[in-house]
């Protein structure tokens, strides 16, 4: 079994952001002390728990789905794959208007999980 790469251009965008999501996982997995520190957070030495949280459940989502598209490359794992992020835009609009979190990086954040929701959902929905 080779390596499929999209030769479409909606499916070329939707596999860039699996391919970003598997990278920005990997970058959480390996470096979560400079992730903590990016989002203004601190582990304690005493109570190192939030790098079993952010390894497992962020790092894992982000990897794990975004590699699972990548060698899938099928249009309904897409549209999960933007379903997903779509969910966490909406989760980030709810906790920025409701908690008054409205600070740069929860809006960056906003940003970066909007276009990982929206490349493989208009490759799905045919926009792109």
């Known amino acids: 079994m080779e390596f499929y790469f999209p030769v479409e251009v909606g499916e070329q965008l939707a596999f860039f952001a699996a391919a970003l999501s598997a990278v920005i996982g990997l970058v959480i997995m390996f470096a979560p002390g400079l992730v903590f520190r990016l989002f203004g957070l601190q582990v304690t030495a005493e109570r190192r728990d939030g790098l079993v949280l952010l390894r497992s459940s962020l790092a894992a989502f982000y990897l794990g789905f975004g590699a699972t598209a990548m ?7 897409y ?7 779509a969910l966490a835009v909406f989760g980030a609009v709810l906790s920025i208007l409701s908690d008054g979190g409205a600070t740069l990086r929860n809006c960056l954040l906003l940003v970066v999980h909007a276009i990982l929701a929206a490349l493989p959902l208009g490759y799905v929905f045919g926009m792109v």
């Open 71 to 77: 060698l899938l490359a099928q249009p309904m794992v």
């Open 79 to 85: 549209l999960a794959f933007g379903a997903s992020f």
